[in-house]
């Protein structure tokens, strides 16, 4: 049977992998398809110099994207820049040409996914995307398909990779963030700016994703509540521990009686549910579902291969409908609900809550704090105290019961104001469900 023809746009980390798979695996492809995937034209801004498989066999480069787009051979393209404006262009060009697409670009999707799906309907193509979040986990196929008859009630994620690492090196040191992002910088696991994993937009855009398809509806990415790490201290994991707990930067989805709740932030979760034994680069992403109950799925979160494994396995599929004629095209945005999704602000949701505080020591601070969360009818559950010698910057922590987020947040306003704290006190949910 006739091959099918790939042009691929970027070949950096992702691109090299694809490329490798394509490449190695090149006979078991063929064998799994009953027919070869052959890549024609690649396109990177060092096309000329970069060095390509020979198993590849005769493969055209250009520096200029149009030339894959547009080529007539080409049936696939594979985007894999990244960014919104070019890789836009890209995608929506190839898709005018009447090519299917395929891409790892979560910012992108998160953006204006839902467009970029409506213009390859109407042209009669493919969008596919399984690379864009989690790597190497195959959760949007698992989303479309492997539990697409449950009704998906929550969803919970380990999303970011950098700040997973971050945070489980901190736990396991005692270092300060500030080591361990420079550490993470000079191996390569972080970027030079951080801000996108370590702020939590690059986890709220695969939010946005994985809502979309778990929940049918169109997620506006600044409707996502979003904090990130830069907050956490050593003591906040030793806090943690002593609660029976850890920190990590949960990414949520809930289905609520009145609509979604989404958030990224750094929580409390108990050590003894399966999120906490989440460490280093790993992702994971855990699904409850109403009739299939929970759903866990682990795994490299990102990586030349891992995710090179995503491009190549969407390849297999839209080249099979390509030659198959068998239309796999399960929108992953719900476009015809487009419009009737009203977030629910996370102010809404009850959690206890971990505050933690800073204070230049002298009595009667707790009796202050106590004062302020029982006027906002604020129960305490329990008050912490490591040893410290430094009563300049002594830490403590007071746990709450369950309370609304919003009267946790209007206290914490009325303490930021008091003279004996050295920074405004940290406040973090609780996930007492995972
Ligand atoms: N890295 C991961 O593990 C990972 C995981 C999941 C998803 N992703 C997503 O995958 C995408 C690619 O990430 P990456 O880490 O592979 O990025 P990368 O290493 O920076 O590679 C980007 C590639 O695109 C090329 N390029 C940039 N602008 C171009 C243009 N106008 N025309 C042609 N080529 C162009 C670059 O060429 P030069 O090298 O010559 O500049 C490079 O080859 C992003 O959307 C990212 O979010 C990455």
């Known amino acids: 049977m006739d091959e099918v023809n790939v ?9 090299s992998g694809t490329v490798t798979i394509l490449a190695e695996n090149a006979e078991q492809i063929a064998q799994k398809l009953g027919f070869s995937l052959r890549v024609k034209i690649v396109s990177s801004l060092d096309a000329d110099s970069m060095k390509l498989p020979e198993a590849l066999g005769p493969v055209a480069r250009t520096l200029d994207w149009r030339q894959v787009v547009t080529n007539p051979q080409v049936d696939i393209v594979v985007e894999l820049i990244g960014g919104t404006t070019v890789a836009r262009e890209i995608l929506e060009t190839a898709i005018d040409n009447q090519k299917s697409v395929v891409t790892a670009n979560k910012e992108l999707m998160a953006l204006c996914g839902p467009d970029i799906w409506d213009r390859a309907i109407r042209a009669g193509v493919n969008v596919a995307m399984e690379a864009s979040v989690a790597g190497g986990i195959p959760i949007h196929a698992v989303l479309r398909e492997g539990i697409s008859g449950d009704r998906v009630e929550a969803l919970y994620g380990i999303l970011n990779g950098t700040s997973n690492f971050i945070l489980t090196e901190m736990e396991r040191r005692g270092d300060s963030l500030e080591i361990v992002l420079a550490e993470a910088q000079r191996l390569g ?5 951080p801000s996108a994993d370590i702020d939590g937009f690059d986890a ?3 939010l946005v994703l994985l809502s979309a398809l778990s929940f049918g509806e169109r997620i506006i990415p600044s409707d996502i509540y979003t904090e990130g790490i830069r907050r956490i201290s050593p003591a906040d994991f030793q806090y943690a521990q002593r609660l029976g707990h850890t920190i990590r930067l949960i990414a949520a989805a809930r289905q609520t009686a009145d609509g979604l709740i989404l958030s990224v932030r750094p929580s409390l979760i108990p050590l003894s549910t399966i999120l906490a034994s989440v460490r280093g680069s790993y992702n994971a992403v855990w699904v409850k579902g109403h009739y299939g109950e929970d759903t866990f799925y682990y795994g490299r979160g990102a990586g030349s291969r891992p995710t090179g494994v995503a491009v190549v396995s969407d390849l297999m599929r839209v080249a099979r409908e390509i030659r198959y004629g068998s239309p796999d095209r399960v929108s992953p945005f719900a476009h015809e609900r ?5 977030p629910i602000p996370v102010t809404r949701q009850k959690r206890a809550y971990y505050l933690r505080f800073r204070v230049t020591d002298r009595p009667g601070i707790i009796a202050t704090l106590a004062g302020i969360l029982a006027q906002k009818h604020i129960s305490l559950d329990a008050v912490l105290q490591l040893p410290c010698e430094n009563k300049h910057d002594l830490p403590f922590v007071i746990t709450v019961e369950p309370s609304p987020e919003e009267a946790i947040r209007e206290a914490i306003e009325q303490m ?19």
Not at 7 to 15: A, F, R
Not at 420 to 426: D, I, T
């Open 7 to 15: 042009g691929i746009v970027g070949l950096g980390n992702v691109g």
């Open 189 to 193: 696991y972080a970027e030079a700016n």
């Open 204 to 206: 709220r855009s695969k």
């Open 338 to 342: 487009l419009g009737e999704y009203k």
């Open 416 to 434: 930021s104001g008091l003279d004996f704290l050295v920074e405004p006190p940290l406040a973090l949910p609780m996930e007492a469900g995972l």
